[in-house]
């Protein structure tokens, strides 16, 4: 099974930028659907981004259109998630995880999590 890995969080300041990234090993990433979730304290975790694991297709909760980017470099065996402009309601415990898919999933199909990275937006 896939063993992933995020990593690029951290304190930020609103209208910064972060990069996170997923790593994968045991097994190439590029059989899988890759997702970006986050939890904030208190809340539920939602879906942040989703890609495909051709790239054809992605997905976007309406929270982070237009300030997200999703990626994927299956040789390499990492996702990416660009995050521009952030605010304190992006502050969270992001998370990437797989699903054996080949398109894009439902949330209830990813089957594989990393242990998960704080981005903290502050001042």
């Known amino acids: 099974q896939v063993q992933l890995v995020e990593s690029g969080g951290g304190l930020v300041q609103p209208g910064g930028s972060l990069r996170l990234s997923c790593a994968a090993s045991?097994?190439?990433?590029?059989?899988?659907?890759v997702g970006w979730f986050r939890q904030a304290p208190g809340k539920e975790r939602e879906i942040v981004a989703a890609i495909s694991r051709n790239s054809g297709s992605t997905y976007y909760a309406n929270s982070v259109k237009g300030r997200g980017t999703i990626s994927r470099d299956n040789a390499k065996n990492t996702v990416t998630l660009q995050m521009n402009s952030l605010t304190p309601e992006d502050t969270a415990v992001y998370y990437c995880?797989?699903?054996?898919?080949?398109?894009?999933?439902?949330?209830?199909?990813?089957?594989?999590w990393g242990q998960g990275t704080q981005v903290t937006v502050s001042s």
């Open positions: 045991k097994r190439t990433l590029s059989y899988y659907a």
């Open positions: 995880a797989a699903a054996l898919w080949t398109g894009l999933p439902t949330t209830d199909k990813y089957d594989y």
